[in-house]
């Protein structure tokens, strides 16, 4: 008798393939993190500073998930990166089947890390294991400092948090401490940042961090 | 022999309480509108600005959904208007069957307009009628004035826009004049609004336009 395995849920096919994904990378030595934040958070705007700070000591590619257009990747690539599109037509979060579609695209051979920016929504996202490392959320500071508490599956599943837009932090009623100690609240574990990527400040810890991942990946996997 | 109509999809079956909500909100003379803006775009502050000035003017009820926690409930009930809170636990939007079960709990015979506050996610509620009369997005301009070509179905069934926290304009790389010609690109019939939830500075024309909606629908019902 063979037994042969049935797939309960798209969300069941969903993470054997990103495991598959999982394990690709892994022989390609590459770090892959999937940022997640609602819409306008500033991930596009992180990839550019992140790009523009490293200044070609790492090797990035970027994939882009949004319901439309293709003004992300533009930037990605005006940034110097090569960076793939993903439209979801409308669809609100990426799903492993997309990467896997991008990467015939887009080159990670040769890439130290990759980064997945995903469709701008807080909620979705979360579910879908693309394969990655590591999930961040970028929160942006003007969204208001009880976000974590409202949306706590993001935080709950991440390894980090961006607080982003802290140059804005005078003229709002939220705070980055409150923030902060919120996204503790929901994962004692994550790595915070305090970063405006319209001025810089505070991004050479989120380079490190970044660092730091591709180091431990790396050394796990000799 | 007798026909029995097979429901196609749960959409579908959306669409048909929808529209029997429509017409028991129509019974009762209740103009009712379904808020939809991502995460901090300034939902519950907008409903507590609107039920300060109204001061009594009109009998509001609020409908509130989050993914979880009753904060935006608690805020609306100590503004001095009857609210029900409903979590999707972790659900992406609210549908037409939730809005059923929260009128067991708030009373809306008596009321001239019914606000619902959708979750925060610019793109899930887009696709599920709650039999409101309007959608309204509220757009933060610090998530950007590029949000309505990026995420443009939310902004192409709505009746109208309230581009919020304008108070931040100085700080920021995105301008309200861009945000409002990048809906009308989208949706020419679009009325736009430029507030501060903050200041309060431009909520008059938004109180005006709500009390014409609830004008037109009894002069239309009458």
Redesign the interface.
């Known amino acids: 008798m063979v037994n042969i395995p049935v797939l309960k849920s798209i969300t069941e096919a969903n993470a054997l393939l990103a495991d598959a994904l999982r394990a690709t990378f892994a022989r390609q030595d590459v770090l892959v993190l999937n940022i997640i934040a609602?819409?306008?958070?500033g991930k596009t705007s992180l990839l550019e500073r992140t790009i523009d700070m490293l200044d070609g000591e790492l090797c990035l590619s970027v994939i882009e998930g949004?319901?439309?257009?293709s003004?992300?990747a533009e930037r990605i690539v005006a940034a110097g990166v090569p960076a793939v599109q993903i439209n979801t037509g409308?669809?609100?979060h990426l799903e492993a089947r997309m990467i896997q579609a991008a990467l015939e695209q887009v080159s990670v051979e040769d890439a130290d890390v990759v980064i997945i920016e995903n469709?701008?929504?807080?909620?979705?996202p979360t579910g879908w294991d693309l394969g990655e490392d590591a999930k961040v959320v970028v929160a942006?500071l003007?969204?208001?400092d009880?976000?974590p508490?409202?949306?706590?599956?993001a935080f709950a599943t991440a390894e980090a948090v961006v607080i982003n837009?802290i140059?804005?932090e005078p003229?709002?009623?939220a705070k980055a401490s409150v923030l902060r100690e919120n996204a503790l609240k929901v994962n004692p574990r994550l790595a915070v940042f305090e970063v405006s990527c319209?001025t810089g400040q505070g991004l050479d810890r989120w380079l490190d961090w970044m660092r730091e991942q591709l180091a431990a990946k790396r050394g796990s996997s000799t």
């Open positions: 609602s819409p306008g958070a949004d319901p439309t257009t003004l992300d409308g669809g609100c469709v701008g929504n807080l909620l979705c942006s003007p969204e208001g009880d976000k508490l409202k949306y706590p599956m837009k140059d804005l003229y709002l009623p319209l």
